[in-house]
């Protein structure tokens, strides 16, 4: 079965520093992996993704991930946060092996709080 | 703006009754889904379209849920007998969906509609 787990609830930095939300998955098959940024009453804004190829994606806003396929992991990372950054992050993965081909699977969420 | 949107973004209703949402991909995405997200959760599956066909279905969506595609434009999703439980957000998403590699396709999603049922 297919899983996300995002291990932190909240995520706290003080602005300019370096931040890290943790995400790790379980699929059967191919990972593809998400990031999605919601705000407060918002849909979600897509960030970046990792279907296959060089390990480090770069997003928007200066965010970039890392998939780590022996850890089963997709840290989401950027270099020096900033206030602006603070919203609540979503991690997701589909199967690229599978017959669910349309559904993504969700972490919890990890709420990043920046302060200045 | 060329957007998904969604309508109402708000809807309040009491137990029991029947409530309907829209949702207007992107233009020319032949993929379209359905989540529903809780206070604290992430989104859920609910139900996927490629064009006017429903492909996929959660076994959240219950027989009191319906969706449909009708033209492989817009969406609705219609809850009958809403209960307390259905109070949620209802977020629609599109994608391109074309040929082979829809499968890697990003899934860009709508302002949601936000339910609440007292």
């Known amino acids: 079965a297919q899983s996300v787990a995002q291990p932190e609830d909240q995520v706290n930095v003080a602005e300019g520093n370096p931040l890290t939300v943790k995400c790790t998955y379980s699929v059967s098959g191919n990972p593809y992996l998400f990031w999605y940024v919601q705000y407060p009453n918002r849909g979600l804004q897509f960030l970046l993704k990792y279907i296959t190829g060089d390990n480090l994606v770069k997003g928007s806003y200066g965010f970039e991930a890392e998939f780590n396929k022996s850890q089963t992991s997709f840290h989401l990372k950027k270099p020096s946060a900033l206030v602006s950054d603070s919203a609540l992050y979503f991690c997701a993965v589909r199967d690229g092996g599978g017959s669910t081909l349309g559904r993504l699977y969700f972490g919890r969420g990890t709420q990043l709080t920046v302060w200045p | 703006d060329t957007g998904v949107s969604q309508n109402p973004r708000h809807k309040i209703t009491k137990r029991g009754q029947n409530v309907t949402f829209r949702c207007d991909p992107i233009?020319?995405?032949?993929?379209l889904y359905w989540y529903r997200q809780t206070l604290g959760q992430g989104p859920e599956f609910l139900t996927y379209f490629q064009n006017e066909a429903q492909l996929e279905k959660s076994r959240l969506l219950s027989d009191r849920f319906s969706a449909e595609r009708p033209k492989g434009s817009f969406s609705t999703l219609e809850i009958q007998r809403t209960e307390q439980g259905d109070s949620a957000m209802y977020l629609c998403?599109?994608?391109?969906?074309?040929?082979?590699?829809?499968?890697?396709?990003?899934?860009?999603f709508g302002p949601g509609t936000r339910l609440t049922v007292l």
């Open positions: 233009s020319e995405h032949n993929r």
């Open positions: 998403a599109s994608s391109p969906g074309h040929g082979i590699t829809g499968g890697t396709d990003t899934q860009y």
